[in-house]
């Protein structure tokens, strides 16, 4: 890759770098814990790695963090995994989430801005939002639940859904959500792992104009939690509520203060789900102070919000983005809550969300990006968006077209953030620094107390070429634990096996001479497709259960114009036909059981599927394959049951390249 440093697309003007909060957030720290005062974001973020205990106490100090009980050290023990943040301290999580409402001149502001496909603004304010969540907090506690206890919701993108969670924190229980276009066995998979004792639930959802019933889908997730003790009905599509559950109005109408619950920093908030390739999806717990001061610094410094910022980011409570988007609440700032279809009535309607909200920061995936540009969609032509300041983009690498469009399309002086993350650790390890420069293609930077590195295979650091994406420190909002993982062997295999004590994420990254960053998409197989990440067992799962198939194999693709190829491959039962009818029967069965977003773009009969010698479908030396990657260079010869299978494959790249 060339050093060479072409001009920057974007950058801040004086006047933008002295108002950004991480501007002051470095004076500050100089003065008071020894930060450089001097050498930009480069020499702050070198040492918020190599002083790690003093730049979270700082963290902690300039955001009010405010311990119940104090803690002894920052970190207790620094080894990954199981590293110790703040030990002896007590907190919670939601209490944070909600102090903008003790403060008179904001209690009767927005907290959130709920938007359905009418795309008519709803305002929940701040005292509003306070009010339910002690409601509800008290109802949960009458109901038995108990700190530790798990709370779940198959729910959308609704100001409930964050009312829910918040009520949860504030209990000390766990939360744990999906989206309710996800099908019953997906759900299940998710749920039955953690065996929650309470289910809210909507009666359905309207996406694309249209009603979707779930009161079936509802029914059978009760029947398969037996842990449950209590169901929660949110009228959605105004049906009452059906027998044995309780109305989310009846659970909300009390006028109380919150209770919360003081529990140690490394007490669980919630669990979300990133599939692997194999077995159940995997379920992460993230500690209640971990995610605190992650996205307090996240969101207060990289992503520059606060109390006059308002912020949306299109998402679904089934993908980490929004426990992030709720997040927003902890620094004051007013969120954005999006229920529907992402391109209704027609592709632009984001920005004419963003136009109405007033949104300052607007995310959104990649692929939405690209399907704007495609669609000749002109936003700033067809909306105001003058009050817009950040594009952010996640799910997918934003391509070099994605910058170039939003620069032409939306406006000259905008900052375009294209950021990169994981729902393991909820949170980025590099993008948006709203004091550097954007480049065309690249992410501005690393976070600030996130040591991220390209490794080799030898496990030495590279520059200007690619290699696996490492963390060598460790962060507070990585995994506590994966639940029902009591020796901790799932949870070092999937992050610590290649490189002992070093989180290896499974991304390939340059990092560049100048210290931006260049994502290249995913070194393992999990499919991630708009943003919401499934593994591949999921999808063999439902599709092998149809008696016409004997084995399948699924590649997700990330192409170089940013879109996502999906393939299928199904090794037909003896006597099986692969014709249009079992084709709409193979994505009808993965649209019903699993996704909608995560049906195949193709469905291709294979001859058979490669598996390692002790029994494994390989998925990544088949993406490789796929991507043009030379048979010798893919896979190890010698790992294979039957090379001649790959022949197949290669052959299928040679015909799409």
Request: charged residues 20%.
């Amino acid at each position: 890759m060339s050093t060479v440093n072409p001009s920057p697309l974007w950058q801040p003007d004086r006047q933008q770098i002295a108002d950004a909060q991480i501007t002051r957030f470095q004076a500050w720290a100089a003065e008071h814990h020894g930060a450089p005062a001097d050498g930009g974001y480069e020499a702050l973020h070198r040492w918020s790695v190599t002083e790690l205990e003093t730049f979270w106490k700082a963290v902690t100090e300039w955001f009010d963090v405010r311990f119940t009980h104090p803690y002894a050290r920052v970190l207790g023990n620094r080894d990954m995994p199981g590293a110790e943040w703040f030990p002896g301290a007590t907190l919670n999580y939601a209490a944070h989430a909600l102090r903008t409402a003790d403060d008179p001149a904001r209690a009767d502001t927005p907290a959130i801005l709920h938007v359905d496909e009418t795309h008519e603004p709803r305002p929940v304010t701040w005292s509003e939002l306070r009010r339910q969540v002690g409601s509800l907090a008290a109802e949960l506690r009458a109901l038995g639940v108990r700190p530790g206890d798990r709370v779940s919701g198959y729910l959308p993108n609704i100001p409930e859904a964050a009312a829910a969670l918040l009520a949860t924190a504030a209990v000390g229980a766990v939360w744990t959500s999906c989206a309710p276009d996800f099908g019953a066995r997906s759900v299940l998979d998710r749920f039955q792992q953690v065996e929650p004792v309470v289910l809210f639930t909507v009666d359905g959802y309207r996406y694309g104009g249209k009603e979707h019933d779930r009161r079936e889908t509802v029914q059978e997730l009760r029947d398969e939690l037996p842990s449950l003790r209590a169901v929660v009905h949110i009228p959605l599509l105004g049906t009452k509520a059906p027998e044995g559950a309780l109305e989310w109005s009846a659970l909300t109408s009390a006028d109380v203060a919150p209770v919360y619950e003081d529990v140690p920093f490394d007490h669980p908030l919630w669990v979300l789900y990133s599939s692997g390739t194999t077995g159940l999806p995997k379920a992460i717990v993230q500690s209640q102070g971990g995610i605190l001061v992650e996205h307090l610094k996240q969101i207060g410094l990289h992503c520059d919000l606060g109390p006059d910022d308002r912020f949306f980011w299109y998402t679904s409570t089934g993908w980490m983005m929004w426990n992030f988007l709720v997040g927003g609440l902890l620094t004051g700032t007013t969120i954005v809550t999006y229920d529907g279809s992402p391109g209704y009535p027609e592709t632009g309607a984001q920005w004419a969300i963003a136009e109405r909200t007033g949104a300052t920061l607007f995310g959104t995936s990649a692929a939405y990006v690209m399907a704007c540009r495609k669609a000749g969609v002109h936003p700033a032509r067809d909306h105001n968006l003058s009050r817009v300041k950040c594009v952010a983009t996640t799910g997918s690498p934003l391509p070099p077209d994605g910058f170039r469009w939003l620069h032409d399309e939306v406006r000259e002086d905008l900052w375009i953030a294209s950021v990169s993350g994981g729902t393991d650790v909820c949170s980025c390890f590099a993008g948006a620094v709203p004091t550097l420069p954007v480049h065309i293609g690249e992410l501005q930077a690393p976070a600030l107390g996130t040591d991220l590195q390209a490794w080799d295979p030898a496990g030495e650091p590279l520059t200007d070429e690619v290699g696996e994406l490492v963390v060598t420190n460790p962060m507070p909002s990585m995994p506590i634990r994966f639940w029902n993982d009591p020796d901790g062997s799932r949870y070092h295999d999937s992050y610590f096996d290649t490189y002992p004590g070093v989180w290896r994420h499974g991304d390939w990254i340059t990092l560049t001479e100048r210290g931006s960053v260049v994502i290249h998409g995913r070194s393992d197989s999990t499919l991630n497709r708009q943003g919401v990440r499934m593994g591949s067992a999921d999808i063999y799962e439902a599709v092998e259960r149809l008696p016409e198939i004997r084995e399948s194999l699924v590649i997700g693709l990330e192409q170089p114009d940013g879109g996502y190829w999906m393939p299928l491959f199904v090794h037909l039962a003896p006597g099986a036909v692969l014709d249009d009818t079992l084709r709409a029967r193979i994505k009808q069965v993965i649209r019903e059981q699993l996704s909608p977003r995560h049906v195949p773009d193709e469905v291709i009969e294979a001859p058979g599927v490669p598996h390692t010698l002790t029994g494994k479908r390989i998925e990544v030396p088949v993406k490789r394959l796929l991507q043009g990657t030379p048979l010798e260079k893919a896979v190890n010869p010698g790992s294979i049951d039957n090379l001649e299978l790959l022949k197949f494959y290669e052959e299928i790249a040679r015909k799409r390249a």
